[in-house]
């Protein structure tokens, strides 16, 4: 009985195989949309690490007074969006101590982005990153 039950499964791969071919019909719907693909309609996700590698330009942020004098140190981690034109357009705290959260904020929508492209066409997209703010410990 064994050796039916080890064909049963075996024939019952190529089954499903043979359903999987509504590829076909997938890639009919994509012609239907013009010869090109369709861009992402949301932001795409971009690992921090090539986000890096595209800013162009921005300012560092500026170490709070307020944070200073409280010897307040930390990592603020931001979430950003930039827009197809290489922009930030909206930027949140993800976490980090409140008195430097401001300061990251400030910094990162001062930030350009070469274009991120998506099939030769500029697309926004999202990312984060880590701002570690230290004090200066040498003397005044």
């Known amino acids: 009985g064994s050796p039916r039950a080890a064909a049963t499964p075996a024939a019952a791969s190529p089954a499903p195989a043979k359903e999987t071919p509504p590829q076909p019909v997938a890639s009919a719907a994509g012609p239907a949309a013009s010869s090109e693909p369709p861009l992402p309609t949301q932001p795409v996700a971009v690992d921090p690490d090539i986000a890096g590698t595209i800013k162009i330009s921005g300012n560092k ?38 008195l430097l959260e401001v300061a990251a904020l400030d910094a990162v929508r001062t930030w350009r982005y070469r274009p991120y492209l998506v099939y030769g066409k500029a697309v926004a997209f999202q990312t984060q990153v880590s701002i570690n703010f230290e004090i200066d410990e040498a003397p005044q």
Do not use: C, D, R, T
Request: no cysteine; net charge negative; charged share 5%.
């Open 61 to 98: 942020p500026a170490y709070p007074h307020a944070a200073n004098l409280a010897h307040i140190e930390g990592v603020v981690i931001v979430a950003f969006v930039v827009g197809p034109n290489g922009a930030v357009q909206s930027a949140q705290p993800v976490s980090g101590p409140a």
